[in-house]
């Protein structure tokens, strides 16, 4: 049998190290579209930071790892998977033929329609060749202008901050975190990070980016500002592009059941890019969290061994988990279940002012 699976992040590595555990004879490909070895993303600011090597963000750390597991790696994009066929098509042209198939390909970062978006100096900080670039021109004292403060965005943030850049912050949001947080806790978060020295502009718009040393940044609020880099944190979406027209229905991210199985049997999905139920809200969402990348990734895994032995499923996923905790320069804040409108209680404690508010 050859399961392949789609995406060389966590749930990619998981998936693939439980169905060797579960079928030791069986064919398994990792498809990964980056020539690091498979690493995590969030592992990324503590290389800006400077606290781990690049060999630290990796998800294992033995050079033969995936050759003693008999996991062929495969360096390429996917252009289409083709469910009638069970075929995987590559963007060298290349084909491959499955059994079963796991999509975790996780998101990929959202590029904001502003003018000068491509110009040299802007990047986004997603991949370890993205980290290399901004750790070249993140310099103590270099004015760094970041587009979005959203939950990625203050990751990014905090190691920013540590690097000694001069550090403005644009949000169009009305609060910083506006996903994750209501109005009062996302105040004061943006109240917090001003007072440690970063420019914070809430409910405002990159306009245009003018190409040059330094570049000049214009806002919706009517201000110009320079930058030696410009970092876009505008957010994510699942990386599912090249499901369409493969007959594997997509809503926002690849639709799963309980089992983590798609609308076609023997094709499963797992992690940022699947779109899973949760029994808080009672709907099916993408829940873009390591957790629970790691724990579908293993209902799928062991779903795809029984599915290619012609098996009922074995696994049930239990729901998703909406929870985050975020470090935003020394205050730490989580946000958890469905608070989108709706009246909650949160307790806020950090180091500049215990709070509680309804």
Same mark, same amino acid.
């Given at each position: ?184 806790? *996302? ?11 970063? @420019? !914070?502009?809430?409910? %405002?718009? +990159?306009? &245009? =980016? ?55 049997? *023997? ?11 949760? @029994? !808080?809200?009672?709907? %099916?969402? +993408?829940? &873009? =969290? ?69």
């Amino acid at each position: 049998m050859h399961h392949i699976i789609i995406g060389a992040g966590p749930a990619g590595v998981i998936a693939a190290e439980t169905i060797r555990k579960q079928a030791p004879r069986d064919e398994i490909t990792l498809i990964g579209d980056e020539k690091e070895a498979p690493y995590s993303r969030m592992a990324i600011p503590y290389l800006l930071v400077g606290n781990i090597q690049e060999q630290g963000t990796h998800l294992r750390k033995s050079a033969t790892h995936y050759e003693d597991l008999r996991i062929n790696r495969v360096i390429a994009g996917v252009k289409s998977a083709q469910s009638a066929t069970k075929t995987i098509v590559l963007d060298d042209g290349k084909s491959l033929k499955f059994d079963t198939l796991l999509i975790a390909t996780g998101s990929h970062p959202i590029k904001p329609p502003v003018p000068g978006i491509d110009a040299e100096g802007v990047h986004n900080c997603w991949t370890l060749e993205d980290a290399r670039s901004i750790m070249k021109l993140a310099k103590p004292g270099a004015k760094v202008l970041q587009l979005g403060a959203g939950f990625i965005g203050c990751i990014i943030m905090e190691a920013l901050a540590a690097r000694g850049v001069e550090l403005s912050v644009v949000e169009m949001g009305d609060r910083m975190v506006p996903r994750m947080m209501g109005p009062t806790a *996302g105040g004061m978060i943006r109240e917090w990070v001003q007072a440690k020295g970063v @420019k !914070v502009h809430t409910g %405002t718009k +990159v306009e &245009a =980016i003018t190409p040059g040393k330094p570049l000049k940044v214009k806002l919706s609020n009517g201000t110009t500002m320079e930058a030696d880099l410009v970092i876009s944190a505008a957010g994510v979406r699942p990386a599912i592009g090249f499901l369409e027209g493969s007959g594997i229905t997509c809503l926002l991210g690849v639709l799963t059941d309980e089992h983590l199985q798609t609308n076609v049997p *023997g094709i499963f999905a797992a992690g940022d890019c699947a779109e899973a139920f949760d @029994k !808080v809200s009672g709907k %099916t969402i +993408v829940s &873009a =969290i390591q957790p629970n990348a790691a724990e579908q990734a293993r209902v799928a895994a062991l779903n795809m061994v029984s599915h290619a032995r012609g098996l009922k499923a074995q696994a049930n996923l239990r729901g998703v988990t909406q929870i985050n905790v975020l470090d935003t320069l020394g205050m730490i804040s989580t946000s958890f279940g469905d608070w989108q409108g709706a009246r909650v209680a949160s307790m806020w404690k950090s180091p500049m002012q215990p709070r509680a508010d309804t």
